[in-house]
C-alpha cells in the first residue's frame, strides 16, 4: 500500500539557472526625496536601475554607463547585478539604452524594454 502511495507522488524539483540576460531597465524619471535618501545618494536628477545576470556584467554596464553619458555611478553589485546611477533624465535614458543595445548586440543577451516612472 505504501508503495502504491509513493507512486502517485509527483515531485517538482525547481532550479533557477542565470542566463545572459538584462531583467530591468528602469528610469526614475523624477524621483521623491525618500528613494534619494533611502539609497544614500545625491538629490539630483533621475536614477537609473538595472538588474543582469550573469552578475559580474554588472561591472561591463556601468563602465558603459559612464562612457556613454554624464551619469554618477551610485551603487555597483558583482554580487547581485545590481547597478544604480543618477543624473539629468536624457543622460540616465541615454546610458540605459547604450548599455542594452552593447549587450543585445554584442554580448548576445536576452534584454527587457525600458521602463520609466
Known amino acids: 500500500m505504501l508503495?502504491?502511495?509513493m507512486?502517485?507522488?509527483t515531485r517538482i524539483i525547481q532550479e533557477s539557472v542565470p542566463g545572459k540576460q538584462i531583467t530591468l531597465v528602469h528610469v526614475?524619471?523624477?524621483p521623491i526625496r525618500a528613494v534619494y535618501d533611502s539609497l544614500g545618494i545625491s538629490h539630483k536628477g533621475a536614477i537609473g536601475i538595472l538588474a543582469l545576470t550573469p552578475y559580474e556584467t554588472a561591472i561591463i554596464a556601468t563602465d558603459i554607463a559612464g562612457k556613454a553619458a554624464d551619469v554618477e555611478i551610485c551603487f555597483v553589485d558583482r554580487f547581485t547585478g545590481s547597478v544604480i546611477f543618477s543624473g539629468d533624465l536624457q543622460s540616465v535614458e541615454t546610458a540605459l539604452k547604450s548599455?542594452?543595445?552593447y549587450f543585445k548586440t554584442n554580448l548576445d543577451f536576452t534584454v527587457v524594454p525600458l521602463t520609466r516612472s
Open 3 to 5: 508503495t502504491d502511495r
Open 7 to 9: 507512486e502517485k507522488i
Open 28 to 30: 526614475i524619471a523624477a
Open 99 to 101: 548599455i542594452v543595445d
